[in-house]
């Protein structure tokens, strides 16, 4: 039996515009690339787009379909900062559903996208779920009849997902049955195993050890995010202790105070053999 072809996709963040544009992307490296984010209205669940937001997404478009070699472009919907109140009410009415719909697919037509991706972080009842499963049947259902209509290829439809079928902060489960069916695949978010939620009095992966008793604690450089990039210059810059560690498959470096984990070349291979094994 064959297999399909590897997706190899990567969110690309509109903040990056300037500091690193579509242009700058090597997509010999990729197969799809992500728009993240656009956020519906929360007042009419469509998308209101700028015009300044427009032409970063007909740029996003137009410049990697014409990379060599080209990638196909998705938008991503929602993401950690926005919460997930506007995609549970939004979810919770087949009338609401069916208009986010239409907007989300003419703005991937008008914008010259491949697909969509939607990043609900994350629905937190059962009811939540189920009402997840219909949005993605509806949906799915909504691409192949306008596919059909207008004789054109159809939009992929994708979703970033928490780890496991189980959220397991809040118990419910994701509604694997409808994702299976009408989803092109998923984008697992393969992170935040532990934190502060699992112990509140210690210090929460993979933050480094410390006596709580003495010790103030920041979240260090880059307010706690940085890019690789950003962690290359650091380690460089203060001559930064780096560590493989291949029990947890990880990297992280450390000067004085300041510790950081990250994935660099090394643990990224690493963990896309696991994933092919």
Known sequence: MAFP????????PSRATTSFPPSAIDTSL?????????????????????????????????????????????????????????????????????????????????YGFDGMDLDWEF????????NLGKLF????????????????????????VYFSVDILFNGVKYPAGSMDQNLDWVCAMCYDYHGPWDHPSKTGAPAALYDDSTTAVSVGPGNGVLTLAEV????????AKVVHDMETVSTYSYFQSTWIGYDDAITTTLKIGFAQA
């Open 123 to 130: 629905p937190d009842t059962q009811e939540g779920m189920d």
């Open 5 to 12: 072809a590897p997706v190899k996709a990567a969110y690309w």
């Open 232 to 239: 290359k210059a650091f380690n460089k810059d203060n001559g």
């Open 137 to 160: 049947m509806e949906w799915r259902a909504a691409i192949k009849y306008e596919a059909e209509s207008t004789r054109r290829a159809p939009l992929l439809l994708t979703a970033a």
């Open 30 to 110: 990729f197969t799809h690339i992500y728009y993240a984010f656009l956020v519906p209205s929360d007042a009419t669940y469509t998308f209101e787009i700028s015009t300044a937001t427009a032409e970063v997404l007909s740029n996003f478009t137009n410049t990697l379909h014409q990379q060599n070699p080209p990638v196909k472009t998705l938008f991503a919907i929602g993401g950690a900062d926005a919460g997930s109140s506007v995609f549970s009410r939004m979810a919770s009415d087949a009338n609401s559903r069916g208009v986010f719909i239409k907007s989300a697919i003419e703005v991937a037509r008008k």
